[in-house]
């Protein structure tokens, strides 16, 4: 019993830290409607695209993340440096931002010229796309 009861209180815990991401309605001041990704730390815009518009390299990640962890894995595309960038959410990793990849599917930790902090301070236009 004492078991059971710490997994829920930790369960629940890991959901406080990463928060959970989904696309909601806001109204504005000027009464537009603005979907945004209500996430922990930001509120990102969200235009949901269909598999069929991404990379064939994302979809196959998502889809091994997925059949993998069983959990939500959610993509973002950002931009950086005039070049279309995406990050990968998956709440398994020991990392926060190992799943980020240009638009080729190359990983940036294997690329030595980048500075992930670097891409991150200066990236734009953040996104949220796709969830699986």
Same mark, same amino acid.
């Given at each position: ?12 815990? =890991? ?54 962890? /069983? ?6 595309? #950002? ?5 279309? %960038? ?5 709440? =398994?990793?020991?990392?926060? #931002? ?6 080729? /599917? ?19 236009? %953040?996104? #949220?796309?796709?969830?699986?």
């Amino acid at each position: 019993m004492i078991m059971k009861k710490a997994l829920v209180i930790m369960f629940i815990g =890991l959901l406080t830290m990463t928060g959970f991401a989904s696309c909601s309605s806001t109204d504005e001041d000027e009464g537009k409607q603005e979907n945004t990704v209500m996430g922990t730390f930001l509120d990102i815009p969200c235009e949901k695209v269909s598999s069929e518009s991404l990379p064939e390299w994302l979809v196959t990640r998502v889809g091994s993340l997925d059949e993998l962890t /069983g959990m939500r894995i959610e993509v973002y595309q #950002f931009e950086w440096n005039g070049s279309i %960038w995406y990050f990968i959410s998956n709440p =398994l990793n020991s990392c926060m #931002f190992c799943e980020i990849y240009d638009k080729s /599917g190359n990983n940036a930790d294997g690329q030595e010229e980048i500075s992930k902090d670097e891409l991150l301070r200066a990236s734009t236009n %953040w996104k #949220f796309i796709f969830y699986r």
